[in-house]
């Protein structure tokens, strides 16, 4: 069952309906990322979430190479020469998926929408968690508001984590929505929703725009990292002379006679996207674009892979 079907069949049913349907499609992809686990990762995805421990073990002298931001700063003082905690490692990671459900997700030029094939990314990466035994939760922000599901352990409850976020339905195409397409994410209450040191996904459109307020704290709190999904037509305008687009932003239909001047207006957006998708995000590790058009599992094995073999 694709999730563009699964959507269709949600959104016209009951809160019965509304359950299985995303059910149904989690478990397929559950039993495909149960095959990668066993077979192609082999413990790549806990090697590429693992980073520091959180638990405190003890003090140790600080020596060249450690990282700084581990020195104990009152035994330092008290001894009179750096020293700095030692952890060590959990044995589970907690997973908090930031999805940013804008009306801008709902472009796509082909049989899937963006906000589709994001939905199923996050869905992969939650069951990655599930099948790995981590602790899951997610905060999903659109215009109108934020939900949020505190991390949760075990199949069962991830599995209903995910359905319930991948049932959402999608936000109201409405010209009242804010300029960013969100209301303001409550990064404060994101910073304390997951232990420190937690890996923390954020996926969503992420437009040219200021780096939002609190998202500095968040970038030291956690392992943060970028999935985003592009559209085909967003990397390249179509050969035609002449083509219409349905933009959900603007509500309008809107045709495009590319030009000379059109498309170097289309390279100008591009710039600026990836400049703000850099700046957020500044480690190439730490950032994955996936187009519709691609198998969204092959693209997360090889992100584990590359962060695995850099670690």
């Known amino acids: 069952m694709a999730l563009s079907s699964s959507l269709s069949v949600l959104n016209s049913g009951g809160d019965n309906t509304a359950t299985a349907a995303p059910l149904a499609f989690l478990r397929q992809l559950e039993w ?16 590429a979430f693992r980073g520091r421990g959180m638990e405190f073990d003890q003090v140790v002298k600080y020596e060249f190479g450690d990282d700084v931001r581990d020195i104990d700063w009152n ?11 030692k952890f060590v490692e959990e044995r589970e990671v907690t997973v908090l998926i930031v999805f ?33 035994r981590d602790r899951v939760g997610f905060v999903h922000a659109t215009p109108a508001g934020y939900t949020l599901r505190e991390p949760v352990r075990g199949r069962g409850a991830i599995l209903h984590a995910a359905a319930s976020l991948l049932g959402a339905p999608a936000p109201a195409l409405s010209s009242d929505a804010p300029a960013s397409g969100l209301s303001t994410l409550p990064w404060r209450l994101i910073a304390r929703a997951a232990p420190r040191h937690s890996v923390l996904i954020r996926l969503g459109d992420f437009p040219p725009r200021i780096e939002p307020e609190g998202w500095t704290v968040i970038k030291q709190r956690y392992q943060p990292m970028g999935f985003r999904v592009e559209d085909p037509w967003e990397r390249a305008l ?42 957020l995000f500044p480690d190439a590790l730490s950032r994955l674009t996936v187009g519709t058009d691609e198998n969204r599992l092959d693209a997360l094995v090889r992100f584990f892979h590359a962060r695995m073999c850099r670690r």
């Open 32 to 47: 495909r990322v149960r095959h990668a686990v066993e077979n192609v990762l082999n413990g790549e995805y806990r090697s």
């Open 75 to 85: 035994v330092t003082a008290r001894l009179g020469e750096p020293y700095r905690k």
């Open 100 to 132: 940013e459900d804008t009306p801008s997700l709902q472009f796509g030029s082909g049989a899937q929408s963006k906000r589709e094939a994001l939905l199923e990314l996050a869905g992969l990466v939650m069951m990655l968690g599930a099948v790995n």
């Open 238 to 279: 179509p050969d035609e002379d002449t083509f219409a687009a349905y933009d959900p932003v603007s509500e309008r239909l809107v045709t495009l006679e590319n030009s000379p001047a059109g498309r170097a207006a289309h390279a100008q957006w591009r710039d600026e996207r990836e400049s703000g998708w850099k700046t």
